[in-house]
T-cell receptor, first 113, second 114 residues
Framework: GEDVEQSLFLSVREGDSSVINCTYT??????LYWYKQEPGAGLQLLTY?????DMKQDQRLTVLLNKKDKHLSLRIADTQTGDSAIYFC?????????????FGIGTKLQVIP | EPEVTQTPSHQVTQMGQEVILRCVPI?????FYWYRQILGQKVEFLVS????????KSEIFDDQFSVERPDGSNFTLKIRSTKLEDSAMYFC????????????FGQGTRLTVV
């Protein structure tokens, strides 16, 4: 079945870049997403990329997709303390008549002042 | 971007009670979903819904759960006789086209069963 893998934890210093990585198993993904979740809060969609794209940039966020290796990354430039949160990678694919979304376990980003 | 809205943001209920979680999907979307996240765990698929019927459900979605689209705008998840282990964040999502449509998630309802 579909699986999305992420490392559990990343620690960076304020002002540095953060790179959160994700691998997925299903080659027929249509979209890949990055969500941010702050403690006790819901899912905030940060950005997404359509599966036929290699890169997407949105202000401080850069998403890179290597479809051959089934690898997705999220780079946050100039990381701030407000970026501390859990970041979920997710993929969606067309399955059985609908878009099925599979989430990774989430990477906890800790930003050290 | 359009939004999926969920109410309430937090619900506390006694064990054994029934709860209804409400969602307003994006207006022209046709596919609706519920997901669940137990504290500290992955976001898990519960059920998908299209054309007024369930398309697929996970093994979590047992007879205790039901979904309904009571009118043209709302999509609800009912949990009968809640258990302590039903405490979780419940996310609603919707998508347009089934093949290429991006799924939009709501902010979630935190359900606490006491």
């Amino acid at each position: 079945g579909e699986d999305v893998e992420q490392s559990l934890f990343l620690s960076v210093r304020e002002g540095d870049s953060s790179v959160i990585n994700c691998t997925y198993t299903d080659s027929s993904s249509t979209y890949l997403y990055w969500y941010k979740q702050e403690p006790g809060a819901g899912l905030q969609l940060l950005t997404y990329i359509f599966s036929n794209m290699d890169m997407k940039q949105d202000q401080r966020l850069t998403v890179l997709l290597n479809k051959k290796d089934k690898h997705l990354s999220l780079r946050i430039a100039d990381t701030q303390t407000g970026d501390s949160a859990i970041y979920f990678c997710a993929e969606s694919m067309y399955s059985g008549g609908y878009q099925k979304v599979t989430f990774g376990i989430g990477t906890k980003l800790q930003v050290i002042p | 971007e359009p939004e999926v809205t969920q109410t309430p943001s937090h619900q506390v209920t006694q064990m054994g009670q029934e709860v209804i979680l409400r969602c307003v999907p994006i207006s022209n979307h046709l596919y609706f979903y519920w997901y669940r996240q137990i504290l500290g765990q992955k976001v898990e698929f519960l059920v998908s819904f299209y054309n007024n019927e369930i398309s697929e459900k996970s093994e979590i979605f047992d007879d205790q759960f039901s979904v309904e689209r009571p009118d043209g705008s709302n999509f609800t998840l009912k949990i009968r006789s809640t258990k302590l282990e039903d405490s979780a964040m419940y996310f609603c999502a919707s998508s347009g086209s089934s093949v290429t449509g991006k799924a939009f998630f709501g902010q979630g309802t935190r359900l606490t069963v006491v």
